[in-house]
């Protein structure tokens, strides 16, 4: 059990008060990062996407938002997809965001997702999980009638139907407020109890 818990733990157990003791005062490490939203060139329109699974696997969702070179919202959705991974939910969000840039005909799309595994995939750098290959080959031919240039998901994930908003003003607050700080360009202090890699949102 304590194993499950704690995996990174190198701590020999020796009996039940040793580990009882070690579990209670257990502290992470806690690592953090400053995170601001940057706003594309003129002409262009970022995407950021998300994917979240309650359990992994579990109820999972993705979402996804389109802002342009102001800040302002252009469209966002989310929508519950089932059981499934949080690999799947992050995939199933960028292949939803160009499919739905292609149908609208955005020229020029940024898509920028959280999601390190994610960006490798589909740079190429590492190999795709061999369940999601056929997501990740129709995401490859989508993003051949695009140029893609180099806040939502638990919002559905207790939700069955799918979500769209097509103005700021439709946003649930919570969505209203992560879009107003990203266009004044306020900071978000993101705390995990693994490291992480300082970049852009």
């Not at 400053?34 to 594309?40: C, L």
């Not at 840039?101 to 999980?129: F, H, N, Y």
């Amino acid at each position: 059990m304590i194993k499950k818990k704690y995996p990174w733990s190198k701590v020999a157990w020796q009996n039940w008060e040793a580990m009882l003791r070690r579990a209670s005062t257990y502290k992470p490490r806690l690592y953090h990062c400053i995170v601001r939203w940057k706003a594309p060139k003129e002409g262009m329109t970022k995407c950021n996407t998300d994917g979240a699974s309650q359990g992994n696997p579990g109820s999972s969702a993705y979402g996804f938002c389109l802002r342009n070179s102001h800040g302002d919202l252009i469209y966002a959705a989310a929508e519950n997809i089932g059981i499934t991974t949080s690999v799947e939910a992050e995939l199933r969000a960028i292949l939803e965001a160009i499919k739905y840039c292609v149908a609208k005909k955005v020229e020029k799309l940024i898509v920028e997702s959280d999601s390190l595994l994610m960006v490798k995939i589909i740079k190429e750098v590492w190999k795709v999980p061999w369940e999601l290959a056929d997501y990740f080959d129709e995401l490859k031919r989508e993003m051949t009638k695009i140029e893609v240039t180099d806040y939502l998901a638990n919002l559905a994930i207790n939700a069955a139907e799918k979500k769209t908003f097509r103005s700021f003003e439709q946003l649930p607050s919570m969505g209203r407020k992560i879009v107003n700080m990203g266009k004044e360009q306020i900071p978000v202090l993101r705390v995990r109890t693994k490291r992480i890699i300082q970049r852009h949102a």
